[in-house]
């Protein structure tokens, strides 16, 4: 998780506070009770952990798109208790199943037998966005169990207690604050010269007050110390659930030192 969201870290190449992760993708989607749900998995790739995965089908017909990296987009009923797989889409047609299974008729549709894992549905209200797979993390989430196929359990969890900030929203704006609430009486060592440390948010309140931080890479003992005081002075914070429960994300924060000749 530390490597996934360790936003900050790149700052001494590219602009200021850029993210760098993977595309968010395009979600698979299931059928149940008559409404079609997103899911943050793509079950027919636990098919091809023991069947060839035909690269070549996928890279001729499927969708392109940086938001789509296994080049399909796969459709799934829930009925009676079992998995079905209905369709794979492409990018301007659907595949032809038979191309895919090769172990197995393919008269309209596909019993998931391989799957044995849990198939999450998010919905409701954004609480989190990452930019990265399906790691954003939204106000509910509904989790299929399976077993070879056939659902053993569903299980609800409630995400509502997350908070969004204004801050992690909108990063221009926590540069901004960062700089403009850096107090050069506190700097008495060549207050002029250029320097950066980084602070990691270590622990958040569920009011969302930042009250524990750590210097990941320092520069002196006064800058540390000021670096640390204006992160934790940010009045408010994101604070995230995730299947209904509280987990803390790490930020890495720069807090980039120079005062202005006058």
Known sequence: MKSLRTIFTFLILFVFFQKSFG????????IYKGDTLSIQANPLEGYFVNHPRPDSIFEKYGNHTTACWRRYI??????????FLLK??????DFDLSMIFKDRETDGEIFADWVNYSILNPYGKLM??????????????REFIFSNGILTGIKHY??????RSKFTDNLAML???IKEHIDYSNITNAPYE??????EISHVTDDGIIDSVTVMRGWDKERDREAARVVKS???????YRHGKRIQLPWIIPVVFGKKEE
Not at 23 to 30: K, S
Not at 158 to 163: A, C, E, H, M, Q
Not at 194 to 199: C, Q, T
Not at 234 to 240: D, G, L
């Open 194 to 199: 250029p320097a950066k440390v980084y602070v």
């Open 23 to 30: 595309t968010a993708q395009i979600p698979d989607f299931l």
């Open 175 to 177: 540069k901004k604050y």
């Open 234 to 240: 940010i009045p408010e914070w994101e604070v995230v």
């Open 74 to 83: 796969g459709y799934w009923e829930l009925r009676n208790d079992s998995l």
């Open 88 to 93: 794979l889409q492409g990018d301007s047609t």
């Open 158 to 163: 409630d995400n509502s207690k997350s908070k």
């Open 128 to 141: 989190h966005y990452e930019h990265s797979d399906y790691w954003s993390t939204y106000e509910f989430e």
